[in-house]
């Protein structure tokens, strides 16, 4: 392992053509008012996670630089975003359905000219490898679809009216107001757009300021958000998050927020809102998800998918499997498996074919893993994989660790990386004490063919977790399904249908029913003297 990683990072001319970095972009544009402004001011340098071979040693890339905008820029920002909405007089609130939906199909089309851009972005910049930068490319594009195709078909059913004892009414969906939404860096593409996306259709006028990490990637696509929507629309703001979220926070004005972080951040910008009961959120928060094996259990596929939940994109995703709960019958053919396949995973570079560990975009995160690592070994862990745990630069080669025990942070610590921590139990209440007692409720995966046991579990777990997984690693698809959580995991649910329901509100016009206010309604509706009572439907 240790050869593997001296020769890791390669020479700028061993780097395929198409997949050599770029010169050094300084980007001073944002976007506000449909207008690309120019910033004067400081900007933030935007290092990969990638180092180069050089004379002087290993370098790591300076892929460019971006606006550190200060608290003045975001909030005039939201001014326009306040001004396009005008306490829902605005003309993109007011839009009929259809044509808002023409908008977003308008951006779809410019969105995809950049998918050779964003895909080579989301390798450079957070290191996923190209595989999977086009999924996350192309899975956001079906998302946009499959939102066009779940409006039209609310909207369909919103169409009629109905008639309850003796009132007549038409309930449809509107908007909320302004929003703020915030992605993360480990799917800074596709996990902002499910939020991003829906509250734009839905008639809401937005903020939006890119991750922390994943940054640049949003560059190729404002002139498309500049061109495909109503000027102050959608506002793209960058900079520090102490400074520009919380001056957008504390101004009252935000309506909804969408954020994908930490539950310590969330609760702290919205402590900063004057009128949280106004504030409608949705957030997608901290999880420490479970993989529980029972002694019963296909041990074949309860390692591939133990395999791929705690390590794919190096374990950087909210939905990985940060802990392994393995029962002592099986538990030394499981950590033999699990290490033979593992020593199969591909190190390298994100353009390498089959490459499947990559280098780590956030700074400080290989001290961070060997802290807990280090913790873990002083308290009776061992590191069963060969190589475990060895470190060049910015990669941190992943490290399977057993017997974890209730004294180690890594026990109750997110790690969001490659450390794979397994702890032996021997009576299954073990592992339901540790679900009912955590902080954290998202998902858990149950890996077992005893149906008794496996029914039991499903609902000892049913009222702590928002979804769980039988024989299968924690994921957040297909969209269709509901994504959410409990404890401090999130706020809200969504998915494709969900979030359409959580950027809006419905709203009800009725009437008494006689032949007066029939003839009023039905004026109305044929002369189109109203975008909300309508009866239109959408092909």
């Known amino acids: 392992m240790h050869n593997k990683l001296e020769n890791l990072f390669p020479d700028v001319a061993d780097i395929p053509e198409a997949f050599r970095p770029d010169a050094p972009v300084e980007q001073r544009e944002y976007l506000v008012n449909g207008e690309l402004r120019r910033w004067d001011g400081p900007l933030a340098p935007v290092r990969s996670p990638i180092f180069l071979k050089t004379a002087e040693g290993e370098q790591q890339v300076v892929l460019g630089s971006t606006p550190l905008l200060d608290a003045d820029a975001a909030l005039t920002a939201l001014d326009a975003a306040v001004a396009a909405y005008d306490n829902g007089q605005g003309l993109w609130p007011n839009l009929r359905v259809a044509e808002r939906i023409q908008h977003v199909e308008t951006f779809l089309a410019r969105m995809r000219e950049q998918r050779a851009a964003v895909v080579k972005l989301l390798m450079w910049e957070i290191g996923k490898n190209l595989k999977d930068s086009e999924k996350e ?30 009132t007549l009414g038409q309930i449809r969906r509107v908007p909320l107001g302004v929003a703020l939404c915030m992605g993360p860096y480990n799917y800074p593409l596709n996990e902002t757009f499910t939020t991003l996306i829906p509250a734009l259709i839905m008639g809401n006028t937005v903020v939006f300021k890119p991750a922390k990490f994943g940054v640049l990637l949003i560059r190729p ?6 061109d ?51 504030l409608r959120a949705a957030l997608g928060l901290d999880a420490k998800n479970p993989g529980i094996v029972l002694p019963k259990v296909d041990l074949d596929n309860a390692v591939e998918e133990a395999i791929t939940g705690a390590l794919s994109f190096n374990g950087q995703r909210c939905t990985a499997l ?29 353009w390498e074919p089959g490459v499947a560990l990559t280098p780590l975009p ?5 001290d961070y893993l060997k802290t807990l690592l280090e913790d873990a070994l002083s308290k009776g862990a061992k590191v069963i994989n060969e190589g475990g745990g060895e470190a060049r630069e910015s990669f941190f080669y992943p490290a399977l660790l057993s017997p974890v025990n209730a004294q180690m942070r890594l026990y109750h610590e997110e790690q969001f990386g490659p450390l794979v921590p397994v702890v032996p139990y021997r009576e299954v209440e073990e592992v339901i004490d540790y679900v009912l007692q955590s902080d954290y409720g998202q998902q858990l995966s149950l890996f077992g063919s005893d149906p008794e046991q496996v029914g039991r579990l499903v609902d000892a777990f049913a009222n702590q977790v928002g979804r769980i997984n039988v024989n299968a690693q924690c994921q957040r698809g297909p969209d269709s399904y509901p994504f959410n959580g409990r404890k401090n995991s999130a706020e809200g649910t969504l998915s494709v249908h969900d979030a359409l329901r959580t950027f809006s509100i419905r709203t009800l ?6 032949a007066a ?23």
């Open 137 to 166: 490319f192309d899975r956001t594009c079906d998302y946009i679809v499959d939102t066009i195709e779940a409006l039209k078909e609310l909207d369909r059913r919103s169409s009629r009216f109905e008639l309850e004892q003796g």
């Open 509 to 514: 016009v009725a009437t008494r029913f006689n």
């Open 221 to 226: 696509l404002l002139e498309a958000f500049r």
């Open 517 to 539: 206010n029939k003839a009023l309604i039905s004026e109305i509706i044929q002369g189109r003297e109203s975008n909300f009572l309508t009866t239109d439907y959408i092909f």
């Open 362 to 366: 956030e700074p400080g995160k290989v």
């Open 228 to 278: 495909s929507f109503p000027p102050g629309v959608i506002n793209i703001i960058y900079g520090r998050g102490r400074e520009t979220v919380s001056a957008l926070m504390a101004s009252g004005k935000i309506d909804v927020f969408a954020f994908i972080g930490t539950h310590k951040g969330a609760a702290d910008l919205k402590r900063l809102h004057p009128r949280p009961h106004r």
């Open 322 to 350: 940060k802990i392994l709960f393995v029962h002592d019958s099986v538990l030394p053919a499981f950590l033999d498996k699990f290490a033979s396949r593992l020593a199969q995973l591909k190190p390298g570079m994100p």
